[in-house]
């Protein structure tokens, strides 16, 4: 597999609330942060490992043997450092594409997600 990109923030709820959060994004109860565009569809959980690793398939149909790699790691202050890892095993698609998927996967997780606990 090719890294396509990769990136890790701190959000502010533990591990084992950050990896139901992957598992389980429309999980009953929980506030809504996958909120997906025309072009993306419900990712599949492939691997899910509590509370250190899942993986998805692809949200993009365009590109349908990509895989998102999530690691779980505790942070200090009580909440997580999430690091996902867009792994692709084709090659590497072009720049603009490359770009736009980096950026939608930090919009759901760092922006979506982290808005999800609320912050």
């Given amino acids: 597999m090719i890294e396509i990109g990769s990136r890790a923030r701190t959000l502010p709820a533990p591990p084992s609330v950050v990896w139901r959060s992957l598992v389980e994004p429309r999980r009953v109860g929980a506030r809504p942060w996958l909120v997906l565009l025309a072009d993306e569809v419900e990712p599949v959980v492939l691997v899910a490992e509590e509370p250190s690793a899942v993986v998805w398939s692809s949200l993009w149909p365009s590109r349908p043997d990509d895989r998102v790699r999530f690691g779980l790691v505790a942070a200090g202050d009580g909440g997580t450092v999430l690091r996902f890892t867009l792994l692709t095993p084709d090659g590497m698609p072009d720049p603009s594409k490359t770009g736009h998927l980096r ?17």
């Fill in 103 to 119: 950026r939608r996967m930090n919009e759901l997780l760092f922006a979506g997600l982290r808005y999800s606990y609320g912050q």
